[in-house]
């Protein structure tokens, strides 16, 4: 049987939450922008540039700055920070490995951390409504 978070956690379960979600929703983009960007490099032969010839150079011709791999760089980073997220809320929250395994993918999977970051915040709102259901009880006994 997994293990529920203590009423106590809750103030460390809101911070953990608002991380993820910041985090999930720039992961995601990022992502997003990532498969665009490996469309037009690898389909198009089209990498994303600023300044120099324009907006997009042929591949290995980019003679501005390579916004392509500002990209990767960028999403990179961010999953970094994704997973630590995902691996504060997952332990204060004292949820199961596979979950822990799922948010993970998130950061993986194109538009997986947006319908994740929803189905997350719901859950763990409802544990949070469930603390200040049961707190005004124990007050009064």
Known sequence: MPLSPKPSA????RSALKLYRVTSIITGTFLLL???????????????QLGGSGFFAQRDTVTGFNLS??????????????????????SVMRW???????????????????????RIHADAMAVLDSFDQTEPAEASH
């Open 96 to 118: 199961t490995f596979p979950r822990f395994l799922l948010i993970a993918l998130g950061g993986v999977i194109p538009f997986l951390s947006f319908f994740l970051e929803r």
């Open 69 to 90: 791999t500002a990209i990767l760089i960028v999403h990179g980073w961010f999953y970094v920070l994704y997973l630590f997220s995902d691996f504060r809320l997952w």
């Open 34 to 48: 990532l498969c665009v960007e490996v469309i037009l490099k690898f389909i198009f032969n089209i990498e994303l």
């Open 10 to 13: 809750a103030p460390r379960i």
